[in-house]
């Protein structure tokens, strides 16, 4: 079986590999890459019957990276790999492409299990947080406006571009923005979306 493994973390691939080797019976061919574009080169030449992919890639990474890899290689069973396991974060994955989300903190167990539902072409999520847990908070500090101007935050968007995909005028916008970042208890846009992202709402 042909496996690729996309992480920046060398010791996490190595540690992976193992694991993987260890929970599985049958022979595994397991490419490496520590990029999105070296994982992507390697697609081009290869067919993999699963991608695992690290979601915190630099350069080409999260849903961009995960819709690129899903392109080059649409009968792999694509599975995200992530330190987040927020709700949000889960589902945003499988709605983009992703068969299968799996925690960097699961143990071989859980990857034995989520392997096989996805070479048996399921979908392989883990199970639901505890209640309180981080992946469900952010409804209960904004409101749905507010999450959807957080949303283009994190997307990177000026005020003016979130103002023309929202329809609202600049001055709106703003308010907004002050908002939430006063809920969130955060000083600046970048610090609201790296908290956002820790969390897993998007």
Same mark, same amino acid.
């Given at each position: ?54 979601? *915190? /890639?630099?350069? &080409?990474?999260?849903? $961009? @990276?995960?819709? #690129?890899? =899903? %392109? +080059?290689?649409?009968?792999? *069973? /694509?599975?995200? &790999?992530?330190?987040? $396991? @927020?709700?949000? #974060?889960? =589902? %945003? +994955? ?17 990857? =034995?299990? +989520? ?88």
């Amino acid at each position: 079986m042909n496996i690729l493994l996309v992480d920046d973390h060398a010791l996490f691939r190595e540690g992976f590999k193992l694991m993987l080797q260890r929970c599985w019976t049958m022979p595994l061919h397991v490419v490496e890459a520590a990029t999105a574009e070296i994982g992507l080169e390697a697609a081009a030449h290869t067919r993999f019957d699963v991608i695992f992919l690290d979601m *915190g /890639l630099p350069g &080409l990474g999260g849903i $961009e @990276g995960l819709c #690129a890899f =899903r %392109q +080059a290689q649409p009968e792999a *069973g /694509l599975v995200v &790999l992530s330190a987040t $396991e @927020g709700t949000q #974060a889960i =589902r %945003q +994955a499988l709605r983009y492409g992703a068969q299968g989300y799996i925690p960097k903190s699961a143990d071989s167990a859980t990857l =034995r299990e +989520a392997l096989q539902r996805i070479l048996d072409g399921e979908i392989y999520e883990p199970p639901p947080a505890m209640p309180g847990g981080e992946g469900g908070e952010i409804e209960a500090i904004l409101t749905p406006r507010q999450i959807e101007v957080l949303a283009e935050l994190c997307a990177g968007r000026t005020n003016r571009e979130i103002g023309a995909h929202l329809t609202m005028g600049d001055d709106t916008v703003r308010a907004h923005v002050t908002a939430l970042l006063k809920r969130l208890g955060v000083r600046s846009r970048t610090e609201a979306a790296l908290l956002a992202k820790r969390r897993g709402w998007f």
